[in-house]
């Protein structure tokens, strides 16, 4: 094999293995490191040169990570979703109560499905049939907090 072959290859090699990184990471640094190393090959299959292939390998990784990187980090940024999701979406709205719900276990109904739930202190037991604000969402157990009917009125 000519060594301009090998050069390319072995190159061409790192940019793969930094693109199946990069798909881990999601942080666009090992997209830059594969975009640099296929630079690289080609540096390397036109000269020859190790030499020369490596200074392109590094100028190139640096001018990426300097130039590229911050807009696209930008662009991936602005295009996720502002509002809450999964979970999270849930903190904060009010449920009813399907079993009564005590420090240690409860139902409720929250957003049209049966939810295990638990107040959050050990407040005596919330009756079926009343509301509860929801704090926080921890496994797959509701922790709630009873709120009289008069201060839910704004929902």
Do not use: C
């Not at 540096?43 to 292939?53: F, L, M, N, P």
């Amino acid at each position: 094999m000519d060594p301009r072959e090998w050069l390319g290859l072995t190159w061409i090699a790192l940019a793969i293995v930094a693109g199946v990184v990069e798909v881990f990471t999601l942080d666009l640094i090992f997209l830059m490191v594969a975009g640099a190393a296929l630079l690289a090959a080609g540096a390397g299959v036109i000269t020859g040169s190790i030499t020369v292939s490596i200074l392109t390998f590094a100028i190139s990784t640096v001018l990426l990570l300097l130039v590229a990187r911050p807009p696209l980090k930008h662009y991936m940024q602005r295009s996720l979703p502002e509002s809450a999701m999964h979970t999270e979406a849930l903190v904060g709205r009010t449920a009813e109560v399907v079993a009564a719900v005590d420090a240690e276990n409860g139902r409720i109904r929250l957003a049209g499905e049966l939810w295990s739930a638990r107040l959050e202190s050990s407040e005596p037991a919330v009756a079926v049939g009343l509301p509860v604000r929801v704090v926080r969402i921890d496994g797959a157990t509701a922790v709630v907090r009873y709120h009289r009917p008069e201060a839910l009125a704004g929902d």
